[in-house]
């Protein structure tokens, strides 16, 4: 591999620079550099190595940056008959856990796999950043080290929710939890670049979560976003409520941090309590039980709809790299599709056009 080149920002600040990188076909962009926190997630470093190297074996198209335990990333390695060729291990001490204040952390474990990533990201070392491991410290981490780019007053991450016609994108799921009117309009704004480029969805159309459709309906933070949303250049549709998100109703759904990560923790919810529900009525009665034997495939093409593993984390929007942060209790296809994202996302230039957006 390379030696790692540790550049500064070629073109964030650069009006005539950013304009320049814009106009470059996919082709012409370097190979995406992507720094995996190997020690981050529950599993770890099992599921983060299996996933990071699957990634890596499946798509040789960018550099593949491991930071953990060395000794352990081998072992997993040459346990599972996996090359380690071509990809980079720097070595890490510490680690940051679920349980550790995300600041406190960044401040104290100067040595851990997830301050070393994004630091080494900071420093234009590296493209992207993947990791499964604490939320709020990697959010931190790219709102803090990594830094954000120009126009963007707060970073947000979203998540994908299934609809009956597709995906929809809820934004913000957590980053920050009080914000105020200016924030989920600049939410807005990143998630539909977000959309547009990863989706393919020219003009998408943004919804405001509230507690009804009505114009007036809400509080007085969402009543204020709403006026900033209907007076922007996006395609508002107005406001929504908790039932359309499912509905598709559509491509969007802005809202608080608070609120989201509640929508989202009760989402992950609900898949954990249907398999026990099939089993339990299965269990009561002989033909039902027969019924959802035959139903069996059927059922679990649904369940992997519902599966976060398939989707490859949620996005960190409006840090000056790819940032990718996954579930805790990511499976290592849910480290590797993270991995693929965050190629896709660079091989998309979906930075910098997300920075020519907040620019304007």
């Not at 070392?125 to 709020?136: D, K, R």
């Not at 809202?255 to 009561?284: H, Q, R, W, Y």
């Amino acid at each position: 591999m390379p030696k790692l080149r540790l550049l500064q920002w070629p073109f964030y600040d650069d009006p005539k620079k950013l304009i320049y990188y814009m106009s470059l076909p996919p082709a012409d962009l370097t190979k995406c550099r992507i720094v995996v926190d190997a020690m981050g997630g529950d599993f770890a470093p099992r599921n983060e190595v299996l996933g990071a190297l699957s990634a890596y074996g499946e798509s040789k198209s960018f550099h593949l940056i491991l930071v953990g335990d060395e000794e352990k990333i081998k072992t997993i390695a040459k346990e599972n008959n996996l090359s380690l060729e071509g990809v980079e291990i720097i070595h890490s001490e510490e680690i940051i856990t679920m349980n550790d204040s995300p600041t406190t952390a960044l401040k104290t474990k100067q040595k851990s796999s997830l301050v070393i990533g994004a630091r080494l990201v900071a420093s234009g070392g590296a493209e992207a950043f993947v990791s499964a491991g604490n939320t709020g410290a990697v959010a931190a981490a790219g709102t803090l080290m990594i830094g954000r780019l120009p126009g963007v007053e707060r970073p947000t991450i979203g998540t994908y929710i299934p609809n009956l016609t597709g995906i929809t994108t809820v934004f913000d799921v957590g980053a920050f939890v009080d914000s105020k009117p200016q924030h989920l309009l600049g939410y807005a704004q990143l998630a539909n670049v977000y959309v547009k480029e990863m989706f393919g969805i020219q003009n998408p159309t943004i919804g405001l979560l509230s507690v009804g459709e009505e114009n007036e309906k809400g509080n007085k933070v969402t009543k204020e976003t709403f006026e900033l949303l209907k007076n922007s250049n996006l395609n508002f549709f107005g406001n929504v409520e908790g039932r359309d998100i499912l509905t598709g109703k559509v491509n969007i759904v802005v809202c608080d941090g608070f609120v989201g990560n509640i929508l989202l923790k009760f989402g992950e919810s609900f898949m954990k309590i249907m398999k026990p529900m099939l089993k339990k009525t299965a269990d009561a009665n002989f033909f039902d039980k027969i019924k959802i034997a035959i139903s069996r495939n059927a059922i679990r093409k649904t369940f992997k709809v519902f599966d976060p593993n398939e989707y490859g984390g949620i996005p960190l929007l409006g840090v000056k790299a790819i940032t990718i942060i996954g579930h805790g209790s990511s499976s290592a296809l849910g480290i590797k599709n993270m991995v693929l994202k965050a190629d896709e996302m660079h091989r998309k230039n979906l930075i910098s056009k997300l920075a020519l957006e907040m620019n304007k």
